[in-house]
């Protein structure tokens, strides 16, 4: 069964640092990884989707890695801002075409 | 280009009620899924829609049901609301066959008193 980790489940850090999240999965046989950012009481928005082919996308100032041998992938966050501040969800879609779900990261941005 | 609609934006309901909430697909999407999320955590996918039947359900009772009527739009039904119903419920959509790349509404919070 696939499950799905992320740490840490909550950070604080001054704005302007780079930061990294982490997420890690138990079966590497995954279609894809998706990052995803959710604000307090609000739905899911997509920020960033891997195939299982790929070893990083880039979209701004966000990256996110994949090792799949490895179950791992890492969302780096280049010069932090305040609004930043969100709570950051990792899935992978395993091989019944769901998305499996980490518990997320709550990241806060201090101005 | 209207995203993925959901509504009502928030439900309180009485233990043993039964509650309905609904979802409108992005324009050109035919497939509907259903999440949970409780507080803290990540959601738990409750079933998926496509061409009016339910194709995929994960490990949720039979009170939960739903439907899919032929514009594709969609509705999650919950009987017999318990205490732990509580949470924020997720419609999603995608083309059929293309369930990795889904389209997220912005989420029913129902509270279970």
């Known amino acids: 069964k696939q499950e799905v980790t992320q740490i840490p489940a909550a950070l604080s850090v001054p704005e302007g640092e780079n930061l990294v999240l982490n997420c890690s999965f138990t079966?590497?046989?995954?279609?894809?990884l998706q990052w995803f950012r959710q604000d307090p009481g609000k739905g899911l928005t997509s920020l960033l989707l891997?195939?299982?082919s790929q070893r990083e996308q880039t979209s701004g100032r966000l990256n996110a890695s994949l090792d799949k041998s490895s179950g791992r992938s890492t969302l780096y966050i280049a010069a932090s801002q305040p609004g930043d501040s969100a709570t950051y969800l990792c899935a992978v879609v395993d091989s019944n075409y769901q998305l499996i779900w980490g518990a997320g990261t709550k990241l806060i941005i201090k101005p | 280009d209207a995203g993925v609609t959901q509504s009502p934006t928030h439900l309180i309901k009485t233990r043993g009620q039964q509650v309905t909430l609904r979802c409108s697909p992005k324009s050109g999407h035919d497939t509907v899924s259903w999440y949970q999320q409780a507080l803290g955590q990540g959601p738990q996918f409750i079933f998926q829609y496509y061409e009016e039947e339910e194709r995929q359900r994960g490990n949720f009772p039979d009170r939960f049901s739903g439907h899919q009527f032929p514009n594709y739009s969609s509705e999650l039904n919950v009987n017999a609301l318990l205490l732990g119903d509580s949470a924020l419920y997720l419609c999603a959509s995608s083309l059929q066959g293309r369930s990795y790349e889904q389209y997220f509404g912005p989420g029913t919070r129902l509270t279970v008193t």
């Open positions: 891997i195939q299982s």
């Open positions: 079966d590497s046989a995954i279609y894809n």
